[in-house]
């Protein structure tokens, strides 16, 4: 396997996202120990336009990494108890990010952020360069089906992006 490259991450979100399937998410834990989690399932949000995006409302200090280059990790907290892992695409200053939803063995962004022990001080971190957290690419998967449908959740983006299919599943062959 190899790990993926800062070109990976600095194309548009819809290119990225549904690419990120079949790839690996590699963390190296405290222990020293290594562990790599498929992916399953993402969602894109794209930008300022994009009423369900963080950035939908302007660069603050919680999206600020979200207008970095591609290939950095943006996490929030939600319900106050949930890290979410998103990873920023796209060039600098345009604010695009996949949230991964699912992992192999772990359906839910909150699920597999707990298990990966995944939190604040992740925000900002380089995937290219990390060495506790990184994408690989992998032989093994040599063809991939994805599925496609509206995000979850963000019902308050209104019609049009609450119905963008945004959201990218693997599916068994």
Request: some cysteine; charged content about 30%.
């Amino acid at each position: 396997m190899k790990r993926l490259q800062k070109n990976f991450f600095t194309r548009d979100v819809l290119e990225v996202a549904p690419d990120l399937l079949g790839k690996y998410l590699v963390r190296r834990f405290d222990d020293e120990s290594v562990q790599e989690f498929l992916i399953t399932e993402v969602e894109a949000y794209r930008g300022q336009e994009d009423l369900a995006c963080h950035a939908s409302k302007g660069r603050t200090p919680r999206t600020d990494i979200m207008y970095h280059e591609g290939g950095h990790v943006y996490v929030y907290l939600i319900y106050g108890m949930y890290w979410m892992l998103n990873i920023v695409t796209a060039t600098k200053d345009v604010p695009q990010a996949v949230l991964i939803r699912g992992i192999e063995g772990f359906d839910g962004p909150g699920k597999l952020t707990k298990s990966l022990q995944i939190d604040k001080s992740f925000y900002g971190e380089n995937l290219v360069s990390s060495e506790r957290l990184w994408i690989e690419s992998s032989e093994k998967l040599s063809e991939i089906k994805i599925k496609s449908s509206p995000r979850i959740g963000i019902d308050y983006a209104g019609e049009e992006y609450k119905n963008k299919p945004w959201r990218y599943l693997l599916c068994n062959k």
